[in-house]
């Protein structure tokens, strides 16, 4: 019973019930029996048809003991209020998953008819006016659709466990659970130790499997992440950020108005500099350029920085392959040479200078990395380029290779399509490619307007970029002069 006792005292010792004080530095009870005597109360308002009345003596505390027993143990060994709502929301979270991700299509209609709006301009001409309105007649339909089954859902839990005030949207209090989590850090039991573990898993299950906001939902998954990053990282047991993969990352701005404007722009997280900042900036861009053109040294056990690797406008010639390959090495491995050249030319473009010398090195670098640009330029377009393709890319692909084969298009055949759908855009995108090709197919592909209107200016580029047969599309194109 001892760990029974200790929560008990904590739990009286903490306030939550007045009568405790006169008993806690003398008792004439056992520690059980008071705290029996202090929480009956609490036990009748929620179950009055078990009131036994009198206090009496310890006979009869000890047969309330033995009543209240099992609802004393629940309640010394339930997680605070808060927390447990927490969990209850996130275990409601992971059960909608698929119902969730059946609206994943929707989004991606929605997000391709948010683009398709953006090329008109209805202030500049009526036909353009139209056509906007037409558009955005049919984004608020489907808009309302997603929220009325993702969004307003999620809130409405919220709001039923009481997680957090959305008096103030698009700001979100959680600050009670914030406290309840720190006092959960100091408090924890081994036995806490799987549910926090198991809500973990379903948290990153959620955050990882389905749509990051559902359109709207922006600012609140970017506190919830945060408030649940909060607790989550405390009980983990590497130094792997787990949160990755879907958390906003901040975006670094100069002052409140500059955030402001990205706000209006869709964004929902800023990193502002306070005085401090400010300072250990000015020292960061005093020795910036002195750790740009450093020179990582191998040794027997690994790379190193030390003096004898630090570039200069003398050894720029025996060392700029070294240096060049090891600055090209900090970018993913799936970026392509053009895409590293350009962020390496940003880069460089923003190192503050402090030294002649490293003016030298600054102009010299700059030179070397836009000739190498400009050779990249030249060679073909790769499959990699940065370009957004959508549903539509795919389609049209899939109908010029068919015309180009003399192949019979599958209509009417659903499945068949939703394969291959799959097969071009990746899993789960079926039911898009099939909703698109029947929009599609019927549209004249021997018209140039048409193939523009459907896979924008850069068309023929794009299409054969995803083909699997580019060269019989080409011929196919020319027999038709397009």
Not at 78 to 106: C, G, V
Not at 153 to 182: G, H, W, Y
Not at 327 to 347: C, N, P, V, W
Not at 467 to 473: A, F, L, Q
Request: aromatic fraction near 12%; glycine fraction near 4%; proline fraction near 3%.
């Amino acid at each position: 019973m001892n760990e029974f006792e200790e929560k008990a005292k904590k739990l009286l010792i903490n306030n939550e019930i007045d009568i405790y004080r006169p008993h806690r530095n003398s008792y004439k009870y056992h520690q059980e029996i008071i705290l029996l005597r202090v929480l009956d109360g609490n036990y009748y308002k929620e179950n009055p048809i078990n009131q036994i009345s009198g206090y009496g003596d310890e006979v009869q505390a000890f047969f309330k003991y033995k009543l209240l027993k099992s609802y004393l143990v629940n309640k010394l060994n339930e997680f605070p209020p808060k927390i447990t709502a927490l969990f209850e929301f996130i275990a409601y979270l992971h059960s909608r998953i698929e119902s969730f991700n059946q609206f994943n299509d929707l989004i991606e209609e929605l997000e391709e008819l948010d683009e398709e709006r953006n090329k008109f301009k209805p202030e500049s001409n009526y036909k353009d006016k139209l056509k906007y309105d037409q558009i955005q007649a049919d984004i608020e339909d489907k808009f309302k659709t997603l929220q009325n089954n993702t969004a307003n859902c999620i809130k409405a839990k919220a709001k039923e466990l009481n997680l957090s005030n959305f008096n103030n949207e698009p700001s979100f209090d959680f600050s009670a659970v914030e406290t309840e989590i720190r006092q959960l850090k100091r408090n924890f039991r081994s036995q806490d130790l799987p549910i926090i573990f198991k809500h973990k898993e379903l948290y990153l299950k959620y955050r990882n499997s389905t749509h990051k906001t559902f359109l709207s939902l922006g600012f609140f998954f970017n506190e919830l992440d945060r408030l649940t990053k909060s607790l989550f990282d405390y009980f983990k047991d590497s130094d792997k950020n787990e949160f990755e993969a879907f958390e906003t990352k901040g975006i670094e701005v100069n002052s409140i108005a500059e955030a402001i404007i990205g706000f209006n722009q869709g964004k929902t997280k800023f990193i502002i500099p306070t005085p401090m900042d400010e300072r250990k900036g000015r020292l960061s861009n005093k020795l910036a350029d002195f750790y740009f053109f450093q020179i990582k040294l191998e040794t027997h056990q690994r790379k190193v920085n030390n003096n004898d690797g630090i570039l200069t406008p003398e050894n720029w010639e025996q060392q700029k392959e070294t240096f060049i390959s090891q600055r090209m090495a900090i970018y993913k491995d799936s970026y392509t040479l053009e895409e590293k050249l350009k962020l390496e030319l940003s880069a460089l473009e923003k190192l503050p200078i402090n030294e002649t010398d490293y003016q030298v090195l600054k102009d010299r670098y700059k030179a070397y990395l836009e000739q190498k640009q400009t050779l990249s330029n030249q060679s073909p377009t790769t499959k990699n380029d940065t370009i957004r393709l959508t549903a539509k890319h795919y389609v049209l692909a899939f109908l010029l290779e068919c015309n180009a084969k003399g192949k019979g298009l599958p209509v009417g055949r659903k499945k068949e399509i939703e394969k291959i759908g799959n097969k071009k855009m990746g899993p789960k995108k079926g039911n898009r490619f099939y909703k698109v090709f029947n929009e599609l197919v019927n549209k004249d592909l021997n018209v140039e307007k048409n193939l523009i209107e459907i896979g924008g200016e850069n068309w023929r580029k794009i299409i054969k970029d995803i083909s699997e047969e580019p060269e019989e599309i080409e011929a196919f194109l020319q027999t038709k002069q397009l």
